[in-house]
């Protein structure tokens, strides 16, 4: 399988670590050899977390060097944004979920929070493609990772990993009493792509 490198940015809270486990299981499944690491930093007091993720055998760190993202997957605008500022290859995708938490860089004052052209604006000009996720009605905020999860699988992004690999993922992970409700919103994203 062709490696790749996946760049997953979110605020602390959101639920990056179980996005990271569910697509990991799910690229393992579709026979991709994974390495990964997590970045948390201010995780919990709703600063940025990354995780890193690069499918291939012939990597030597589980760090994605930065401008080298196949993929970057952002659980909230403004750190999708930056995200795809730095980490993403000219040319490649990124996924969003279109939500504001204000970050702390906000919340000091640091950046004003970015309307979704300037996204599309920084996309547009890496010549890469933009992927914008929003469910009108989520039952639970925290299954905006699950949403991300589903318009991913739909458009086929990362090799193999179809929506019954995902799917078979998130039945390993997401306790039972959760388990419906995350498949509803995951086939609904998937669906909207």
């Known amino acids: 399988m062709k490696p790749m490198n996946i760049y997953l940015s979110g605020v602390g809270g959101q639920g990056i670590g179980l996005l990271t486990e569910i697509l990991s299981r799910a690229c393992l499944a579709a026979g991709h050899t994974v390495h990964g690491c997590d970045t948390h930093g201010l995780a919990q007091r709703g600063g940025t977390v990354v995780s890193h993720l690069r499918l291939g055998e012939a990597f030597h760190t589980p760090r994605v060097p930065a401008k080298k993202a196949d993929l970057v997957i952002g659980l ?7 995200a795809a500022d730095l980490m993403l290859a000219p040319g490649k995708a990124v996924v969003y979920y279109d939500t504001m938490y204000q970050p702390i860089h906000v919340r000091m004052g640091r950046q004003p929070y970015p309307k979704n052209d300037v996204l599309k604006r920084v996309a547009k000009e890496k010549g890469a493609r933009v992927e914008r996720v929003f469910v009108d009605d ?13 318009r991913i699988a739909a458009l086929g992004l990362i090799e193999g990993v179809s929506t019954q690999v995902v799917e078979d993922a998130l039945r390993e992970v997401i306790p039972e009493k959760a388990l419906d409700s995350n498949l ?10």
């Open 76 to 82: 909230e605008r403004l750190e999708a944004l930056r």
């Open 184 to 193: 509803a919103v995951f086939w609904a994203s998937g669906r909207a792509a």
């Open 138 to 150: 989520l039952p639970d905020p925290r299954m905006q990772n699950v949403a991300l999860l589903g």
